[in-house]
């Protein structure tokens, strides 16, 4: 059964400070989805990291994937208030339903970021 | 832009009362999921659908049935609710392919009292 781990669940940082949510995963997957969630709304896509080695960036955040440790991390840069959300890795497996194929995604408990002055 | 759209935002609903989800999405995807939301586990798959009329089991299918009579709408049904129920609940749908994005709707905040 495949777990997913993200920590820290909870993060309080300062404008302008860096910091790295790690996501752990325990068997094998090449597709890894980080997400947004901001209070009372839904899911906002961020990233969809595809092989190993593979590294995004959007503006203060960067997302990196490593499959032979089997982790992921989002770097959060110079952080603003803004980014104060809720952010979840997901990894993603193949199941094969009905002859065809899907991506089940099975997602971490959320990290819970707030950004303060 | 995709568009996932959950018709019922907030439900009360009485424990024992059949309860309908219902999801649609605009963009011709062949794959939907509902998901359940809670405080410290993330979201966890109950059901998913590949084609119309097809379904699968998520992870946590007890207690839940669903229906897809037409590609773009995914109903979920909670046969008689019950308190552990109370959750939000997440629509998603997804074109075939690996590494497409999954796209979510709003959610349906559902409190059985």
């Known amino acids: 059964e495949l777990k997913v781990e993200q920590n820290p669940l909870f993060l309080s940082m300062q404008e302008g400070k860096n910091y790295t949510i790690y996501c752990n995963y325990s068997t094998t997957s090449d597709r890894l989805y980080w997400y947004r969630q901001d209070p009372g709304k839904s899911l906002e896509s961020l990233f969809v990291l595809l092989s190993n080695g593979a590294v995004k960036q959007e503006g203060r955040l960067m997302a990196s994937l490593d499959t032979k440790a089997r982790l992921s991390t989002l770097h959060i840069t110079a952080a603003v208030h803004d980014l104060s959300a809720t952010y979840f890795c997901?990894?993603?497996?193949?199941?094969?339903?009905?002859?065809?194929?899907?991506?089940?995604?099975?997602f971490g408990q959320g990290t819970i970021l707030t950004v303060h002055p | 832009d995709v568009k996932v759209t959950q018709s019922s935002r907030y439900l009360v609903k009485r424990t024992g009362e059949k309860v309908f989800l219902e999801c649609v999405q605009d963009?011709?995807?062949?794959?939907m999921f509902w998901y359940r939301q809670d405080p410290g586990l993330g979201l966890r798959l109950i059901y998913f659908s590949y084609d119309v009329k097809m379904k699968e089991k998520g992870d946590i299918p007890e207690g839940y049935s669903v229906s897809r009579e037409k590609k773009e709408r995914f109903s979920l049904i909670l046969e008689s609710a019950s308190t552990n129920q109370t959750s939000m609940y997440l629509c998603?749908?997804?074109?075939?392919?690996?590494?497409?994005?999954?796209?979510f709707g709003e959610g349906s905040w559902l409190t059985v009292v």
């Open positions: 998603a749908s997804k074109p075939l392919g690996s590494g497409n994005t999954i796209y």
């Open positions: 997901a990894v993603a497996s193949e199941t094969n339903a009905g002859g065809t194929s899907y991506g089940k995604l099975t």
């Open positions: 963009m011709d995807h062949e794959n």
